[in-house]
C-alpha cells in the first residue's frame, strides 16, 4: 500500500531534543518534496520545513528557524525532522507530507500545493 508513515513521536521536556522519521512505503521518496507540518488542538495545520530533491533546498518556518532540521537519506527512504530546544508550545500532532517535484517545496510548506500523500501524524507531547 502507498503510505507515508511518521515515527518518533512520543514525550520530550520543554528544551529537550527528539527527531521524527518519514519513510515511503510502496514509492521512492527521491522524486518528491516532503514536508512537516503540525496541528495544534483548534489550530489549522502548518508547515513548519520542507526540502526539495536535494539537500540544499531547505525551507524553515520563523518560529522553528535554528532549532529543528529537515533532512533527507534517500538510500532509506526517509526524511526526518531533528527538533532542538522543544519549547512549551511546540506540542502538536506531526505530519509529514510528500510532493512529486523539487522546487515545489517552498509552496508545499506555504499549504497553496497540495501534497500527493499525506502520514497518518505523530503526536509530540511536550511536559516535564
Known amino acids: 500500500q502507498v503510505k507515508l508513515v511518521e515515527s518518533g513521536g512520543g514525550l520530550v521536556q520543554p528544551g529537550g531534543s527528539l527527531t521524527l522519521s518519514c519513510t515511503a512505503s510502496?514509492?521512492?521518496?527521491?522524486?518528491?518534496?516532503v514536508g512537516w507540518f503540525r496541528q495544534a488542538p483548534g489550530k489549522e495545520r502548518e508547515g513548519i520545513s520542507c526540502?526539495?530533491?536535494?539537500?540544499?533546498?531547505?525551507h524553515y518556518n520563523d518560529s522553528v528557524k535554528g532549532r529543528f532540521t529537515i533532512s533527507r537519506d534517500n538510500n532509506k527512504n526517509t526524511v526526518s525532522l531533528q527538533m532542538e530546544q522543544v519549547k512549551p508550545e511546540h506540542p502538536a500532532v506531526y505530519y509529514c507530507?510528500?510532493?512529486?517535484?523539487?522546487?515545489?517545496?517552498?509552496?508545499?510548506?506555504?499549504?497553496?500545493?497540495?501534497?500527493?500523500?499525506w502520514g497518518q501524524g505523530a503526536q509530540v507531547t511536550v511536559s516535564s
Open positions: 507530507a510528500a510532493a512529486l517535484g523539487s522546487a515545489i517545496y517552498f509552496y508545499l510548506c506555504a499549504r497553496s500545493y497540495d501534497p500527493d500523500f
Open positions: 510502496e514509492f521512492t521518496l527521491d522524486r518528491y518534496a
Open positions: 526540502i526539495g530533491t536535494t539537500k540544499d533546498m531547505t
